[in-house]
């Protein structure tokens, strides 16, 4: 796995969970084409009543994203890809996400929630322990505003 400065179609997440005997330390949203629609609509649902005074965040069942853990050399090598970032976009190898190691729990209920000044955070709930995954919040404007960005600069030429 390696950073990108073009949208791939991963983003790598920082993650964690509440759990005392399961791990994760980071995620993988999907990032396709119908992903980046719904979320522009979504965001654009939540701008639409960010200013109300009692708003505090909308919440989409959404499960594109995907949440594992790795050892000390590869806990090292996601800190490395993030450096002071919550998310980036990443290139992988053919079939690389294959190779993480996933919670042990079974997850559900995946969630997006989206929050003012559009940023985000996805959760699921280990099916039968309760326990909690989440990623770090992260900004699905800038996500999202890279995509038009690039779609101009095609458009341009």
Not at 44 to 60: G, P, R, Y
Not at 106 to 117: A, H, M, V
Request: proline share 1%; net charge negative; glycine share 4%.
């Amino acid at each position: 796995m390696k950073t990108s400065s073009n949208i791939t179609d991963y983003i790598l997440v920082k993650a964690d969970t509440n759990s005392d005997w399961d791990n994760c330390c980071f995620a993988l949203i999907h990032c396709t084409a119908q992903w980046r629609e719904l979320a522009t609509q979504w965001l654009n649902t939540t701008q639409s009543i960010e200013n109300e005074m009692c708003f505090a965040s909308l919440k989409f069942y959404d499960t594109s994203v995907d949440f594992y853990h790795t050892d000390e050399i590869g806990q090292t090598e996601i800190d490395r890809i993030l450096g002071e970032r919550n998310w980036t976009f990443v290139e992988m190898e053919e079939n690389e996400p294959e190779t993480f190691s996933a919670p042990e729990n079974r997850l559900d209920s995946y969630r997006l929630t989206f929050y003012r000044c559009g940023t985000a955070m996805y959760t699921a709930h280990g099916k039968h322990s309760g326990d909690e995954f989440f990623t770090s919040e992260f900004s699905i404007s800038d996500i999202l505003n890279y995509h038009q960005e690039s779609i101009k600069i095609i458009q341009l030429y």
